[in-house]
């Protein structure tokens, strides 16, 4: 079956870097649309990143533009979102997620097939 796992979470100061990655098993690696999610304590579920099956389209959260790039090796089955510029907001816990049936997935959770476990990350100020 499809696995996908997160690593690379920890615990940060505001302005420190962090880089996520999520290595992805159990399907054709290259026709995924992948994106990365996180959710604070007691909120919602909210869009962070996305990138396509080519990486020619990437999508980022208004929050977390200018600081946060995500990226793909279709070679490593991994997909990596790296977080500059951390702040203090950006504590959650970070999720990748992937969709088989669309060449991108977007922003709406509801769009993708398969999650991972979950990596958090924890900004102090």
């Known amino acids: 079956q499809v696995q996908l796992v997160e690593s690379g979470g920890g615990s940060v100061q505001a302005g420190a870097s962090l880089t996520l990655s999520c290595v992805v098993s159990?399907?054709?690696?290259?026709?995924?649309?992948m994106g990365w999610f996180r959710q604070a304590p007691g909120k919602e579920r909210e869009f962070a990143a996305a990138?396509?099956?080519?990486?020619?389209?990437?999508e980022y959260a208004d929050s977390v533009k200018g600081r946060f790039i995500i990226s793909r090796d279709n070679n490593k089955n991994t997909v990596v979102l790296q977080m500059n510029n951390l702040k203090p907001e950006d504590a959650a816990d970070y999720y990748c997620?992937?969709?088989?049936?669309?060449?991108?997935?977007?922003?709406?959770?509801?769009?993708?097939?398969?999650w991972g476990q979950g990596t958090q990350v924890t900004v102090s100020s």
């Open positions: 997620a992937a969709t088989r049936d669309r060449y991108y997935g977007g922003t709406n959770p509801m769009f993708y097939d398969y």
């Open positions: 159990g399907y054709t690696f290259s026709v995924l649309a």
């Open positions: 990138i396509s099956r080519s990486a020619s389209t990437r």
